[in-house]
């Protein structure tokens, strides 16, 4: 269609964005057609209806149409039509035979709501789509009342007519008139023929005109008249829901060509994410790896000088378990010397103790004689422990303090006796001492 075109055209050329103004979008469209604004004009004229006033409209529509056909002079008579499958276009075709016309009409107005895959091309001509539509019928309760008033026959069963009479939509008879051949021109008529020819109702009965059924003309004038309404009542509604559908495509194709122009600029900016996502991808991987290798690198250097510090420590526990060798042959080196003085110095104090008892036996002549009589002055000489006198030792003898003598024998003490007032024997045995004192070493000190 040239104005849908155009249409499309403007508004192809000026697409509708989000962001325009309200009075942007009330412009009105680029040349508008003529049946456009008609149906337009025609709409709001109408006005807006609601789905309840548009259910009333087709109710009173349907009401009326009734009341048409109840007009129409139905015929009493049987009505014959053909009822072909559609899917199968070379099967035989079925014959329905209805009680009259009237019946045929109400059966293919439930047969057009309930099955809407239907035709009827001719008046007596049916394209039903399913196999088994007349056993669905059947068993469809919409059909109940019409159950005994219609039924279906097929062409090939015995006894049914192939051919079926000729009848309109109201089961009146169509009596088929025959062509008569053309009569050919007189010559001697001369310029009559062309218009003979011209006229072919006149030519069969010229000089008899049949005579006018002003009923019948009437009664097509109205049937005409009729149809020119329902046909004008049907164009202004196309044109209305024309008008609609264009301003409802136009809105569409807006409203589409908005979301093709928001995707566009999703589109755009998604790319641009998708560019910055790769471009930080691939910095982030850069570092990734930098870091990678450096820690690779450290880990590396790290366990080098772990090996180098474990075989340091290796080499000091080598070196430990040297000296602590060394040591254990040193200690029981000693342990071995120790031993070995121990057993000399427990030789030479058996000595000791051996020369020092027989040194007491030649010092002391009273244990030859085995008498027990001791002196006092020997006692008391010799009771003093030694000590060292101004902390000084002479050769490897200790001088003795003389001065004092206490006896423990006897109840007198003599102070200051000189070493000449003992008893010739006890002073010449005691003049000169031991050379070695009772439990002392001849090691000097």
Wanted: proline share 9%; aromatic share 6%; glycine share 4%.
């Amino acid at each position: 269609m040239p104005d849908f075109s155009a249409l499309l055209d403007a508004t192809a050329k000026k697409p509708h964005s989000p962001d325009k103004s309200d009075r942007e979008r009330s412009r009105p469209r680029k040349k508008p057609s003529i049946s456009l604004a008609a149906g337009l004009i025609m709409a709001s004229e109408s006005g807006p209806r609601t789905p309840v006033q548009a259910l009333e409209s087709q109710r009173e529509r349907g009401r009326k149409e009734e009341r048409d056909e109840e007009e129409e002079p139905w015929s009493d008579n049987l009505f014959y039509a053909y009822a072909k499958k559609s899917d199968q276009p070379d099967s035989p075709p079925s014959i329905l035979t209805f009680a009259s016309a009237r019946v045929c009409h109400d059966w293919w107005t439930l047969v057009q709501r309930e099955y809407p895959a239907s035709l009827r091309p001719g008046a007596q001509l049916f394209l039903l789509k399913d196999d088994d539509l007349h056993e669905q019928m059947a068993y469809n309760l919409r059909f109940h009342r019409l159950r005994n008033q219609w039924f279906c026959s097929p062409s090939d069963s015995i006894g049914a007519t192939n051919v079926i009479p000729l009848q309109d939509h109201y089961g009146r008879p169509v009596a088929a008139t025959p062509k008569k051949p053309p009569q050919p021109p007189n010559k001697n008529d001369g310029d009559d023929a062309p218009r003979a020819s011209a006229s072919p109702v006149d030519a069969p009965h010229p000089q008899h005109p049949p005579p006018l059924d002003l009923s019948a003309l009437n009664s097509s004038l109205e049937k005409m008249a009729a149809m020119v309404w329902e046909n004008s009542a049907q164009i202004r509604a196309l044109s209305v829901a024309q008008s609609s559908g264009l301003a409802r495509m136009q809105e569409i194709a807006e409203s589409n060509t908005a979301q093709i122009k928001s995707l566009a600029d999703n589109q755009s900016s998604l790319a641009a994410l998708l560019a910055d996502n790769a471009s930080h991808y691939i910095a982030l991987s850069n570092a990734t790896f930098a870091s990678h290798e450096q820690h690779k690198e450290q880990v590396r250097t790290v366990l080098a000088s772990n090996a180098l510090h474990v075989k340091q420590l290796a080499a000091g526990q080598r070196d430990l378990l040297g000296t602590c060798k060394g040591m254990m042959r040193a200690v029981e080196t000693m342990g071995t010397s120790v031993a070995v003085v121990n057993d000399t110095v427990k030789a030479q104090a058996d000595v000791q103790a051996q020369t020092q008892n027989q040194i007491q036996q030649r010092s002391n002549p009273f244990s030859e004689l085995g008498s027990p009589f001791v002196p006092s002055a020997l006692t008391n000489r010799i009771s003093p422990s030694p000590r060292k006198l101004n902390r000084r030792v002479k050769g490897v003898w200790y001088e003795y303090d003389m001065s004092e003598s206490v006896g423990s024998g006897s109840a007198t003490s003599t102070r200051g006796t000189p070493r000449g007032s003992v008893s010739l024997g006890v002073g010449k045995a005691l003049d000169t001492p031991p050379k070695t004192p009772p439990g002392k070493s001849t090691r000097r000190v």
